[in-house]
């Protein structure tokens, strides 16, 4: 069973490479071991760093499961309640945005869903929530 050590995206990484068979659940233990070891001399690396740095996977491998993690945000946006998701308008560093129609008032939105990775980071959620609210100040014709 994967250590649930992480952060919830990097546990979910380690999760989706094991299921990949990038590498196996023991190889993602050893990676978890070596995260603590590092972390506990000041050096905090991430989960995916372990997994390059131990030689279980290679950076493009790693780019695949990123595809992979954005595929899996489509398939959460597809489930909003009341909504129509018709495609995805851009990502960026902490979120991605995608084209809707809400159903209830027939209109067109969009809808913009904040990473796993930076829901966890109590400063990321508060600056995601204020782009919200300043952004939904906003109409476009």
Known sequence: MADSSGSGSESYVGRLAVERKLLTPEELQV???????????GKRI???EVMLKCGYVTRSQLQRLGGDMEDSIARKAQQIPGYQILGKLGAGAMATVFKARQLSLDRFVAIKLISQKHCQDELNRKRFLREIRSSSALQHP
Do not use: I, M, P
């Not at 978890?32 to 001399?41: F, K, P, V």
């Open 31 to 41: 990676c978890y071991q070596e995260q603590r070891s590092l972390a506990q001399t």
């Open 46 to 48: 991430s989960l995916t």
